[in-house]
């Protein structure tokens, strides 16, 4: 990335155009891209240099930088001065932050179309051989119930990748709606009740007495954030070990809660929680860290916050949404 916070296209980078500009002024054309980098017909007579030229094509010079835009199009520039006192003159096509942000967006849009549609044809041809009409030896069952899960775990960590990788350019699509909070909170414990009970561990909702407030927040959000922090807790759970899920009002959010009552983490664990590579290459897996990163950004974009605390009894991983205003409309953000 340039330190201007621009760059060369995608595609590697665009190839210069040239012109010379004779002492006169008279434009002469080197290869012909110049001409179209400016977006015109004929290159402007009359100019003695290049920011002459540029401007008379329309485009404003951004401050402090040979770096010059108009209606969204970005162009360096520059010049030199030939032994005759005529002028080389070239440009090349960049692109802001904001605008490769943007195509990095769709890259990943296509790539996750792709991936997925394919993880999902693969679960889909399972499923129906499974669905009881043919029938299956029970080693060839098992080998499908197999392939099932696993496509289910593939497709949900193409999904939590993806969706992280958005959040990293600051794209992570959410729509906020004034919504309880309670629902999303059973839902995501009603998920996760087998994966407990496989693990023999106890999984409660506790709630207060009355009604929570209600939340401005994306309810997809919050319910994949809770749920991530049920699974991790799960991973670090022993038999016998109880995780329960509570909230409460605190300040103008709620805060949630997943306490797991056993053995608590290190210190050093406990710190590194939330961090996505660290943890990847310490415990050589990536779909906790992802997923909990990720319940992270999520989080953030809702305007929250997430953390982690300890105790000779447990661990806690909570986080906190803003409690709706009077009247919230549905945003997009």
Known sequence: MMDDGLRGTEAGWEEPG???LSRR????????????????????????SVAELLR???????????????????????????????RLVWTQPIESDEQAAHRRVRYLGLASHD????????????ALLL???????????????????????ALSFAQDFFDSSRADLGMLACEKERQPIEPLLATAVEHNLEAAGTASVALSLELPGGALPEVDVDGGRVQHAVEAFIRHQLLHAKPGEQ???????????????????GEPPTPEDAALTFSREERA??????EDPLRLFLALQEVEALG??????????GMTLYLTVPIALASSPTLQV
Request: glycine share 12%; aromatic share 4%; proline share 5%.
């Open 18 to 20: 040239f012109a010379i």
């Open 25 to 48: 002024g008279q434009p002469r054309e080197v290869d012909g891209r110049l001409r179209a980098h400016l977006g015109v017909e004929r290159l402007p007579e009359g100019m003695e």
């Open 56 to 86: 008379a094509a329309g485009f404003q010079r951004r401050p402090g930088a040979e770096v010059w835009e108009r209606d969204g199009r970005w162009l360096r520039a520059g010049e030199r001065l030939l032994d005759d006192g005529a």
């Open 115 to 126: 991936l997925r549609g394919s993880l999902a044809n693969v679960r889909s041809y399972a």
């Open 131 to 153: 669905n009881g009409r043919i029938p299956l030896e029970p080693k060839a069952k098992r080998g499908l119930e197999t392939i099932l899960r696993n496509t289910d775990r």
């Open 243 to 261: 995780l329960r899920v509570r909230a409460r009002p605190e300040g103008e959010s709620i805060r949630v809660e997943v306490r797991r009552d």
């Open 281 to 286: 290459f310490r415990e050589k897996k990536l």
């Open 304 to 313: 929250g916050t997430v953390g982690v605390s300890s105790d000779d009894g």
